[in-house]
């Protein structure tokens, strides 16, 4: 039985395009050591924090599925200076072959992504 573990990706400052690749399923090898057959991979995101780090109010937008099927988690949400808006839930990218994609950006480069609570599991 596979155990999930603790993921860190870093927080990425937000591009002024909606559609900048946040995180991507896209591998191209999972090879492992001799003898180790590698699986597919997953990510598991359950908290998304969109930090403004200026005075000024600015939107943020993001969208979860492939280029032809997005849906919203936020569109144009305001995000107020100094402060931050928060998704819980929980968010499945999966590895090899997915269009399965977490996309965004923000109407100022001043907000960034932090993905704080995401693991890495294996099928």
Same mark, same amino acid.
Do not use: C
């Given at each position: ?33 001799t003898?180790? *057959? ?42 107020? &200076? ?15 072959g997915? *269009?399965?994609?977490?996309? &965004? &950006? ?8 932090n ?9």
């Amino acid at each position: 039985m596979a155990q999930n573990k603790r993921l860190f990706i870093p927080p990425q400052v937000a591009n002024v395009t909606t559609t900048t690749l946040l995180i991507g399923g896209a591998m191209t090898t999972i090879t492992g050591p001799t003898g180790f *057959t590698a699986t597919q991979w997953y990510i598991l995101l359950r908290h998304i924090r969109a930090v403004n780090t200026s005075a000024t109010q600015y939107t943020v937008t993001m969208f979860y599925g492939s280029a032809s099927t997005l849906a919203a988690v936020w569109s144009a949400a305001p995000v107020a &200076g100094n402060s931050y808006l928060d998704w819980f839930g929980e968010m499945r990218i999966d590895g090899t072959g997915s *269009t399965i994609n977490l996309w &965004g &950006g923000a109407s100022n480069a001043a907000i960034y992504f932090n993905f704080d609570d995401a693991e890495i599991g294996f099928v």
